[in-house]
């Protein structure tokens, strides 16, 4: 099977995972390694079988807009009933709407969905998320009218949060709702919507925020329900714009979206819609994690297959070897697979923390979890997603001219993977939330939090330990700065880039202690090693420059010259 070496990494990865015994012993049904085992081989079989050979006939196809619809392929829609009748939706929702397995286990699953179509994995994202919140915040009659139907696959979900002068910046949401006669109408354009309309499904509930209140900015904010159709089957007042013609994803339809006093219902308290969605955002931000490395361990496998096949060079009368053989294709090559194996485990790692956060019955513990949670989710995100795009691009290097046909599939993964490190946040929206929440506003408790729970992998790693040392120098450096945002904030991406190397540098220290001296083991030991060797050099470069200030972002102002 081409996936069973996929799957036996991902095994491995699980069984030496941080936090797995303290995941054990508090929800024990979630850690079986038998349970896993099965569970992974069975995604791998059916990311195999039935998704990877549809994969790129869902890229040709797209979507096409039919009567102001947006229309899927025959061959999306029987990819879609086929993925939601094996369950792989309901996999972490508790009783009785699923089998309440662990977050880990499904990381390790949607990697290999999204190693096949990371388009087509998106619309299982929104809806798995959405029922996870519902459960959590809405009314026992929206639970159990609309929580079976999304785990099933028979319905859908969208999260709308984005409008055309309102990104990022929810502050200046312009969607309002009002209450009227019938209940909650809420009105306005939404933009950048994922699936925001489509016929994979017989209704789509929209997770919306809107403006309810005279609040200022996030303040005035609510979250409602706003279902395409109504209770008896009649159209709702939700409207699609347009479907965004764009670079990769497209068999995922971006739309834009209008509600026209659209019938909706109230989640949570009024006044706090932001507050309500954080747990689906939360989810959302760590399946960005398997998504980028879905399709990053794609790129990897076709570049080191390609290697060993491609002979090129090597001394002119004498056959030409293997490229694998050349030194620098042999360094692209560990850069790849560290890429890959350290992105890996700390999606694991991120999963476990936001498990224990939601599972650990002393509130103590738990906002320990949640810390740490959200410290590590940015760095998962926006590593996920430079991986995607950075090994694709890589894989291409090394099949030359072969990588940018479309012979090869590296072309898809290099288009589906550019938009990964700017939905969910761009990258700079990441490193600002590390420096502005976790470094000033919480004052460093998730940084806090995760020096506390790698200094036993650091006592044996002096390349760890050294990385751990330039972490606190730039951390106490900016603290400093919280009177001058600005200063801080110039440096935030290198922040952000010396605590994701900080962040691999565990995984990979772990890894090295860790692994196992087998074939699985040993391949994930090279790229661990690989990567521990140029690490203090990497982190005393990245603090140097998080620490500068903003003096020498002075010469722009040439460019900004009339």
Known sequence: MKYAQHADALARHLAIMPFRDRLAQVAPEAVDPEIEASVIDQAAQFTEGSLEPVAAMLDRLGITVVDGRATTSVTQIEAWRSFCDMGWLAMVAPEPFGQGLSLALLTACEELFNRASAPFCMLATSTRTAASLLTSCASQSVIDEWVPRLLSGEWSATICISEPDAGSDVG???????????????????????????????????????????????????????????????????????????????????????????????????????????????????????????????????????????????????????????????????????????????????????????????????????????????????????????????????????????EWPLERYLRDARVFSVFEGTTGMQALDILHRRVWRDNRAGIDAFAAAIADDSRDCRALADAIGSLHAATDALRDLVSTPREGEAGAYAYLELCRSVAYGWIAARIAALSGDDPVGRRMAAAADYYLAGLPTRARAFAEQATMGAQHLGGLAAYLEQ
């Open 172 to 406: 200046r949401i312009r969607t309002h709702a009002r209450h009227a006669e019938r209940g909650w109408q809420v009105t306005g354009e939404k933009c950048w919507i994922s699936y925001g309309d489509h016929d994979l499904t017989s209704r789509i509930g929209h997770l919306t925020l809107a403006r309810s209140t005279d609040g200022v900015g996030a303040r005035g904010l609510s979250l409602f329900l706003v279902p395409s159709t109504r209770e008896d089957g009649s159209a709702n007042a939700v409207h699609l714009r347009r479907v965004e013609e764009k670079l990769g994803l497209h068999c995922s339809p971006t739309c834009q979206i209008g509600f026209e006093e659209a019938e909706a219902v109230l989640l949570g308290d009024e006044g706090r819609g932001l507050q309500t969605l954080f747990q689906m955002m939360l989810l959302m931000r760590l399946n960005c994690g398997p998504q980028g490395m879905g399709v990053a361990s794609a790129a990897f496998a076709t570049a080191l297959g390609y290697a060993q096949d491609r002979k090129q060079g090597g001394p002119a009368d004498e056959p030409p070897v293997a490229i694998v053989e050349h030194a620098d294709v042999q360094r692209q090559l560990l850069e790849m697979a560290a890429a890959v194996e350290l992105g890996r485990g700390l999606n694991f790692a991120a999963a476990n923390a936001l498990d224990l956060g939601a599972r650990c019955a002393d509130p103590e513990e738990a906002r320990r979890w949640t810390d740490l949670a959200q410290f590590l989710l940015p760095l998962v995100k926006d590593g996920a997603a430079r991986a995607a795009f950075d090994v694709s691009s890589a894989a291409v290097q090394v099949l030359g001219g072969a990588g940018y046909t479309c």
